[in-house]
């Protein structure tokens, strides 16, 4: 059974951190990646890791966010840093190329 469960959203203020979770089976959970999508706008790469190549991230969030996973666990995780107003979203995670989680909704606000 397939299964993608994102955790750990939630409201935080500008400058602030949350680190999101991703619980998976079912898949190969060789290339993973986190997805995100503002408000009226189309989903975006935030980072992906695959195999044993470095991660690649969205130039908006170098520096600031950090993927990462356990493999023994299957968990896949995203630390997000010095949050920004324009990071609200909701953020997914993706088993590559075709399974997606339900969303978990960040909001970054005063």
């Known amino acids: 059974q397939v299964r993608l469960v994102e955790t750990g959203g939630g409201l935080v203020q500008p400058g602030g951190s949350l680190r999101l979770s991703c619980e998976v089976s079912?898949?190969?959970?060789?290339?993973m990646a986190w997805y995100r999508q503002p408000p009226g706008k189309e989903r975006e790469l935030v980072a992906r890791?695959?195999?044993?190549?470095?991660?690649e991230y969205a130039d908006f969030v170098k520096g600031r966010f950090t993927i990462s996973r356990d493999y023994i666990n299957h968990m896949l995780y995203l630390q997000m840093n010095s949050l920004e107003y324009e990071d609200t979203a909701v953020y997914y995670c993706h088993g590559i190329p075709r399974y997606w989680g339900q969303g978990t909704q960040v909001s970054v606000s005063s």
């Open positions: 890791i695959s195999g044993i190549e470095a991660p």
């Open positions: 079912g898949i190969d959970f060789n290339a």
